[in-house]
């Protein structure tokens, strides 16, 4: 099946800890997203890659760190700097060559992450 | 900065009527806007993109217009259905450039039986 494969789905975290959220791509997709909505709230970029080994920083970076070493995978690293990290996390994809302004943006299911 | 932004109040309406969601932008000229749909605890799942040249985009009951000179689209769903009940989120180039997108904070739709 193809598709956005995000994990955990819930993530409790005590304040001072770093967690990595998981997102893994099977569609062959070169631009790799992270989005961050709060209720209430729309959708905010944390960081996007748009090819192995190179990824820059969306609106919200602070507090983020990300990597890209594989087509196939894109986690996202959540620090102790962040400093209201509560909220609902989405990895998104594209295959356009354009990136997300020449079609669609496709969507995990997303990780909710709490801290305790 | 560029602004994007959805009417906040959810809307209610009854099975059969039409919705009309509305996404108004400010400060820039997208060359394109996008709609997509997300439920409760979900991804957002994409459902149509208009470019500015276009105008009017229809796909089965759902219909897009792109108003340039309001600075507004227009998302309609005709006779609609309690299915249809969901947030809707319209999204345009982001602040990063024409390589990200920047989303409004979406509209919910409540369709009642």
């Known amino acids: 099946d193809g598709g956005i494969t995000q994990s955990p789905k819930y993530l409790f975290r005590k304040e001072g800890q770093n967690v990595t959220l998981s997102c893994e791509q099977n569609?062959?997709?070169?631009?790799m997203y992270w989005y961050r909505q709060d209720p209430g709230q729309g959708l905010r970029l944390i960081y996007y890659?748009?090819?192995?080994?190179?990824?820059q920083k969306g609106d919200i970076a602070e507090g983020y760190s990300v990597s890209r070493e594989k087509k196939e995978s894109f986690p996202l690293t959540v620090t102790s700097a962040q400093k209201n990290p509560t909220a609902f996390y989405l990895c998104a994809t594209t295959g356009t060559s354009g990136g997300a302004g020449d079609g669609e943006l496709f969507f995990g299911e997303g990780s909710r992450l709490t801290v305790l | 900065s560029q602004k994007i932004e959805q009417n906040s109040e959810a809307l209610n309406i009854q099975e059969g009527k039409t919705a009309t969601l509305t996404c108004n932008y400010t400060?820039?000229?997208?060359?394109?806007l996008q709609w997509y749909r997300q439920d409760p605890g979900r991804g957002p799942v994409f459902l149509l993109l208009i470019r500015e040249n276009e105008k009017e985009k229809r796909k089965e009951r759902l219909k897009v217009t792109f108003d340039t000179t309001l600075k507004q689209s227009l998302f309609h769903i005709t006779a609609s259905q309690p299915a249809d009940s969901a947030t809707y989120l319209c999204?345009?180039?982001?602040?990063?450039?024409?390589?990200?997108?920047?989303f409004g904070k979406g509209t919910m739709l409540l369709v009642s039986p």
């Open positions: 999204a345009s180039a982001g602040n990063s450039g024409y390589s990200t997108l920047t």
């Open positions: 569609l062959n997709h070169d631009a």
């Open positions: 400060n820039y000229s997208p060359a394109y």
């Open positions: 890659s748009q090819i192995v080994n190179d990824f």
